[in-house]
Antibody, heavy 128, light 114 residues
């Protein structure tokens, strides 16, 4: 059974960089069939996609966060990582690690589909 | 970006009754070349991550009870629970995966109560 487990600091100071890791078990992050991503949910609010990455390193980012987000994969450790720079209180949220089918492929790349597996999420608060 | 708007924001339904949640997209999510609607539905129970219920607008994910069904095409969609059970209390979200380059957006959520 696939499991996604987020880990990282629960408290980050304003203007600093939020760093999270997602460890994938029960499946390989190097599978050609899937993208892996991050979605966040501020307390009591809705869902916001942050970005997604393929095992090769190909990435898609939300335009609203693109300037502050970096995703990476470590295929040897079966992990993906999220870095979000210059955080403010507005970045306080539960951060979820997700998987989605890689989807349609053309000469430009893949167009991943819906999110079929979610981690339990980790709450990150931004406060001094 | 494609904006997803759900209605209502909250819904109270009696046990055993039908519940219907609507989702409207600001742009059609029907891809003409394969006639598929790039629309998914998720269920989020308190304190849990969202769970995929429906994809391609009407395909139930494995293990999802058949009282859940998805319908619609183009810009207007619905999630229907045919006979509400106590364990269906949750917030439900629709999501599009049509945008190119990929940009995934969710509806604001609909809170379903007994």
């Amino acid at each position: 059974q696939l499991q996604l487990q987020e880990s990282g600091p629960g408290l980050v100071k304003p203007s600093e960089t939020l760093s999270l890791t997602c460890t994938v078990s029960g499946g390989s992050i190097s599978s050609s069939l899937y993208y892996w991503g991050w979605i966040r949910q501020p307390p009591g609010k809705g869902l916001e996609w942050i970005g997604s990455i393929y095992y090769s390193g190909s990435t898609y980012y939300s335009p609203s966060l693109k300037s502050r987000v970096t995703l990476s994969v470590d295929t040897s450790d079966n992990q993906l990582s999220l870095k979000l720079s210059s955080v403010t209180a507005a970045d306080t949220a539960v951060y979820y690690c997700v998987r989605h089918p890689a989807g349609y492929y053309d000469s430009i790349g893949y167009y991943p589909y819906y999110f079929d597996y979610w981690g339990q999420g980790t709450l990150v608060s931004v406060s001094s | 970006d494609i904006v997803m708007t759900q209605s209502p924001d909250s819904l109270s339904v009696s046990l055993g009754e039908r519940a219907t949640i609507n989702c409207k997209s600001s742009h059609s999510v029907l891809y003409s070349s394969n006639n598929k609607n790039y629309l998914a539905w998720y269920q989020q129970k308190p304190g849990q991550p969202p769970k995929l219920l429906i994809y391609w607008a009407s395909i139930r994910e494995s293990g999802v009870p058949d009282r859940f069904s998805g319908s619609g095409s183009g810009t207007d969609f619905a999630l229907t629970i045919s006979s509400l059970q106590a364990e269906d209390v949750a917030v439900y979200y629709c999501q599009q995966y049509y945008d190119n380059p990929p940009m995934y957006t969710f509806g604001q959520g609909t809170k379903l109560e007994i």
